[in-house]
């Protein structure tokens, strides 16, 4: 069994970043500038989007953090991107999901200029991946597709199961890893909360992602001997015995299934760093595409 180390292959590609940005300075050129757009207080995007402009400084791009209200109302909103959209220095505009109840998401992203659109959420950026001509992936199936490449997982024509359906990661992963090319060239199903027998065709997986949201949902009887485990939860659960008060599980019962496993993803460590990484990839190619 092998580890897929999310930190370690995150690692190269901010690496590989620094010096495109050591490069474009010694032209005189600009660097990379991602907007993120933080509406109210939810725990967990505050440590996301955090993070995400942790990394940002990591790699040397500029970033600029705006924060709203909870209350804050559409239009308002739309104000804002539309500067945002506007300001010539901006190559990357991301606004952190969930919103508040009273906005509309889709509303909100439709208004994001699709070639700042470094999320891929705009309608014309997955049309364009579903064609198969992408501009940006969404930041986590694209981490996904770029960590089986680091390890150089086989895909070939191999049955990817895909736990969940959701715009963010289960379907566009499901688009990519049935996609012609490296990696991908697999057979997909997409299973959700209606899907029938789920834990048989799980078990039928070469590759299963899960990608649901639910607490160790994948045990070992649902795994296949061999199979590659990529792990995309990530809930927070009480438990007293940290001193943080809580723990980070993933959806995958990891100490059980890893002994089958040719590769796995943990949690931490797997999947969310190179989440960041895929988001900063985007924004590069946004800044040169716009620019140079
Ligand atoms: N919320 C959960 N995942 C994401 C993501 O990839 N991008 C944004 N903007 N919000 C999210």
């Given at each position: 069994m092998q580890i897929l180390n999310g930190k370690e292959a995150s690692q190269s590609i901010k690496d590989a970043l620094k010096l495109n940005v050591a490069q474009l300075l010694a032209e005189g050129k600009k660097v990379p500038h991602l907007a993120a757009i933080l509406v109210g207080n939810n725990g967990a995007s505050e440590t996301y989007v955090a993070a995400k402009v942790k990394a940002c400084e990591e790699v040397g791009f500029k970033s600029t953090l705006v924060r709203a209200e909870e209350s804050i109302t559409s239009l308002k909103l739309l104000d804002i991107i539309r500067d945002l959209n506007n300001d010539e220095d901006i190559d990357g505009i991301l606004v952190q999901l969930p919103l508040p109840k009273h906005i509309s998401e889709q509303e909100i992203i439709n208004a994001i200029d699709p070639d700042k659109d470094v999320d891929g959420f705009h309608p014309s950026n997955v049309g364009r991946m579903v064609l198969g001509q992408p501009t940006f992936i969404p930041a986590t199936p694209y981490g996904i597709m770029l960590l089986l490449e680091h390890y150089k997982v086989e895909t070939k024509g191999k049955h990817a199961v895909v736990i969940g359906r959701s715009h963010i990661v289960g379907r566009p992963m499901s688009i990519l890893l049935s996609g012609s090319g490296y990696p991908g060239n697999c057979t997909v199903t997409v299973c959700h909360?209606?899907?029938?027998?789920l834990e048989e065709i799980c078990r039928s997986g070469d590759i299963i992602v899960a990608a649901l949201g639910r607490p160790e949902f994948v045990t070992a009887e649902m795994v296949k001997e061999g199979a590659v485990v990529i792990d995309v939860g990530i809930t927070r659960v009480v438990d007293p015995s940290k001193k943080s008060g809580f723990a980070l599980k993933g959806d995958v019962d990891y100490k059980n299934v890893a002994p089958k496993c040719s590769f796995i993803t943990p949690v931490p460590g797997g999947v969310g760093p190179m989440t960041i990484a895929a988001l900063l990839k985007n924004t590069y190619h946004s800044c040169v595409k716009r620019n140079y």
């Open positions: 909360s209606h899907t029938k027998n």
